[in-house]
């Protein structure tokens, strides 16, 4: 297994320098690497205590069953444990007799996805970074940094990571890429069907005069009207057509795992209840879990081990959400950073059988996730690792409209890509879209949507 080579490297590495950091693909079992490393730290009588931060308390969660289940004892903090496992947010209420352990004691301390943590000095840090300089840098024995998506869009190094000079590139101690992962079994190979439209209609309306508009397709939609990318999530022709594509493969999908499951990011929680009810209208099991609703960790929980088919989410179920049987999913947020794009893919990568070797992720053909789908297949290449801002080709404002051009042919990197054209029934409602003056625009599309498979390995 990737995580026993990992072991030994970090083992070897750690006879010198203190910090280590691996990068490997969402979904591989991250978590599992630092439980097992720090078993075998313990083992050797190197360190006395482990302490784990992580970005959220569902992965913090995640981070104590798995520890305890690896080293037989507690993660929880309290009487007789063998360490603790705290949010990143966390490390503001932390007293000094808790940062005192570090000092008192050989502290072993894991950073889950380190890229949430910026900087390598206090004028360039965001205040997670921040803490990790002054708190730990210099107090732990060893500390490990782990993230699935090593990079930050602000352009703002990585707390406890090394750059390449005069490149800048980050330098990863281990890398487990996804092409790796699912050649080893540990990771389903991904399936991305991009939804595309040839003869979307836009009608504008000022006053008592009408004019209308045609576009082959989602992206010179985008890039020549008034209409946004937000816009076309919230319509609800679109919602449906993309629910049924979903719907359909989560289907066949069930026939070899009958308790597959499937995750729609919505954009926020108006658009995660309008999801559910085209899911419900549907015949669909589903629920909503955001963080307005009461109780949303043992909502994740109680799905995790139902055979409820979807569940719909806003910013709950994504990097680090542990859900094996998640197997289809729809993004279907407002979000374009291929860091958020490869943490909601990483949710259906985790295979939990033999019988599960594929993901399915559906979105529309928007360019820049177009670009993120491509990307994919590259597996993070060097000079990629980075990944700065100005390299993204839409506004860094949600109000504003998406300028850019139709996206071009597929990368001859892809395994295989397989086009369908056709007929997918006529739709009958028209959506309005209100600007924020005078005309009024009203967006409808006819039968003819296009579906891309891009399949990778």
């Given amino acids: 297994m990737w995580q026993q080579r990992c072991i030994k490297v970090a083992l070897h590495h750690f006879a010198t320098t203190p910090h280590f950091l691996c990068q490997a693909t969402p979904g591989a079992g991250k978590t599992r690497l630092a439980a097992e490393l720090a078993r075998c730290l313990f083992e050797k009588n190197q360190i006395d205590l482990v302490l784990c931060f992580a970005p959220s308390c569902q992965v913090v969660e995640g981070f104590r069953q798995t520890f305890s289940e690896v080293l037989g004892k507690r993660l929880d903090g309290l009487v007789g444990a063998v360490g603790g496992a705290y949010t990143y947010q966390a490390m503001d209420y932390r007293d000094e007799s808790f940062w005192q352990l570090l000092n008192d004691f050989r502290v072993f301390v894991v950073f889950d996805e380190i890229h949430h943590c910026a900087g390598h000095d206090p004028l360039l840090s965001n205040a997670w970074g921040q803490k990790i300089l002054q708190r730990v840098q210099d107090r732990a024995v060893y500390t490990l940094a782990l993230s699935g998506t090593p990079w930050r869009s602000d352009d703002l190094p990585i707390a406890l990571a090394r750059y390449s000079s005069p490149e800048g590139e980050l330098i990863c101690d281990f890398r487990y890429g996804l092409r790796e992962s699912v050649n080893d079994n540990v ?75 499937g995750l729609v990011v919505a954009t926020d929680i108006e658009h995660a209840h309008q999801v559910a009810l085209s899911l419900e209208a549907r015949g669909e099991a589903c629920h909503v879990v955001t963080n307005r609703t009461p109780g949303a960790q043992q909502v994740i929980n109680f799905f995790r081990h139902s055979d409820c088919r979807w569940i719909v989410a806003v910013g ?44 399915w992720l559906f979105m529309l053909a928007e360019p820049v996730l177009r670009r993120f789908a491509e990307r994919v297949a590259q597996d993070l290449p060097n000079d990629n690792l980075v990944f700065k801002k100005e390299e993204m080709t839409f506004v860094n404002n949600e109000d504003a409209n998406w300028v850019g051009g139709e996206g071009g042919h597929l990368s001859g990197v892809l395994d295989g890509v397989v086009a369908a054209f056709g007929e997918c029934g006529e739709l009958s409602k028209d959506k309005e879209f209100y600007s924020s003056v005078e005309p009024v625009y009203h967006l409808s599309f006819s039968g003819k949507y296009r579906e891309e498979l891009l399949r990778f390995l």
């Fill in 316 to 359: 709950m179920v994504s990097e680090g959400t542990d859900i094996p049987r998640l197997q289809v999913c729809c993004y279907l947020s407002r979000i374009r950073t291929e860091l958020h794009y490869r943490q909601v893919l990483g949710r259906v990568l985790r295979r939990s059988g033999a019988e599960d070797e594929n993901a």
């Fill in 187 to 261: 990771c389903r190979s991904p399936r991305i069907v991009l939804l595309d439209h040839q003869e979307v209609k836009l009608t504008e309306e000022i006053r008592d005069e009408s004019t209308a508009r045609l576009f082959p397709s989602i992206a010179a939609l985008l890039g020549d009207s008034p209409i946004t990318y937000e816009d076309l999530l919230r319509h609800d022709d679109v919602v449906h057509q993309i629910l049924g594509l979903a719907c359909e493969r989560l289907d066949e999908v069930r026939q070899q795992k009958p308790d597959a499951a």
